[in-house]
Every structure is written in C-alpha cells, then in structure tokens.
C-alpha cells in the first residue's frame, strides 16, 4: 500500500542559493472561465508563518488566515492574465505572462527566482530555477500559490455574484457538473475560456444550430 508523502516544505532551496529569493506560483491554469493568476513572494525567513503549505492541502480558511500573516511579514507581487490574453496565447504563455508581471509588482527586485513547474518564463529579471512540485518543497514558493489562490478564488467569487448560475464561488471556474448544466441552460459567458475544447466545443454547437 502506497503511503501518502507528509513532507512539508522548508526554506532550503532558499537557503542554498544564499540571495534575495522570491517563490513564483499560479493558479487557475485548469478552469474553464476566468483568469490565471500568479503571485511572488519574498518572505522574512525570520519571521514565516508556522503551517505554510501547499494551497492544495490547506482548507479555504486557512489560507484566508494565512494571507494577511503573509501581507505583514512578507513582499508580494500579484500578475494577472485575461481570459482574452489566454484564448489569444494559450493558457502556458498565459500563465508566463502572469508570472512575469507577478514579478514586476513586487516592491523590490529579487536576486533569484524559484518558480513551480518544470519551465521557465523569459523576460525575467534576474536568474531563475525550475521546481517541480516546488509547492511542496519551497516555502516561498508555497506562500505563492497561497496568495495567488485567495486572490483568484475571491476574483471568482465576485464574477460568480454576477454570473451565479455557474456555481464560480463554489467551483472557481472548473468543470464540475454544476457549471457543465448551466453552460447548457445559459449558455457561454463573457468569462468563459473559448479556446478551451470544452467552450469551443459548445459555441462550435450553438453556431450550427443557430445557422
């Protein structure tokens, strides 16, 4: 039987590099509607919020908690990517750009970058390492993808309040059997992914039975 990992991530990759690091996340590279968004964090490693983790294994209210824990004691940077910069580039350029001007609103320019996954954006300003799975290795990059998951999910909540059919506040733009029943009752909304195969596919159906 397979055990599952209980490792929590640590300052280590930071502490090697020895510089100014910033931790770079995303979220919201998987929904059908809404925008990708990416956060970068410098944090105090004299002053880290005890159980910061992974956003993944951590319970809406205590991201919420930890946010302004983060906000007092660390510097932050939010990017953004529209849902038309996605349809115009794909979501990976899209998630890139996010994180670049993530990066770019940060207080103060970093010495090195930790950035989750296996690729790196161009056009960053200074060196950059690759981490996979670095959310749950780098506490920087941790505290990333918990900033950069609050700030989305309370983006769709607020699209969600407008749209409310979709179940966004509940399901942040993902394709569960609430938003896929509303896309066939209401159809496709101004927040809605269209290149993605989904969307395309239900406008694709709309188009040919309105013609």
Sequence with gaps: MALLSTRMPDFTLETELECRVAGVDEVGRGPWAGPVIAAAVIL????IPDGLNDSKKLSKKRREALLPL??????????EASVDEIDSINIL???F???QRAVSALPEIPEHLLID???LPQNLPCPAT????GDGKSLSIAAASVVAKVARDRIMSELGEAFPAYGWA????YGTAQHRDALDLVGVSPHHRKSFAPIHR???????TTN
């Design 117 to 119: 996954g296996n690729k």
């Design 130 to 133: 690759a981490v996979i799975k």
């Design 93 to 95: 350029q899209a998630s």
């Design 202 to 208: 239900l406008i694709t159906q709309e188009s040919s």
């Design 44 to 47: 105090d490693p004299a002053n």
């Design 97 to 99: 750009l996010a994180m």
């Design 70 to 79: 983060l906000s007092d004691c660390a510097l932050i940077g939010i990017g």
């Design 170 to 173: 509940q399901n942040a733009g």
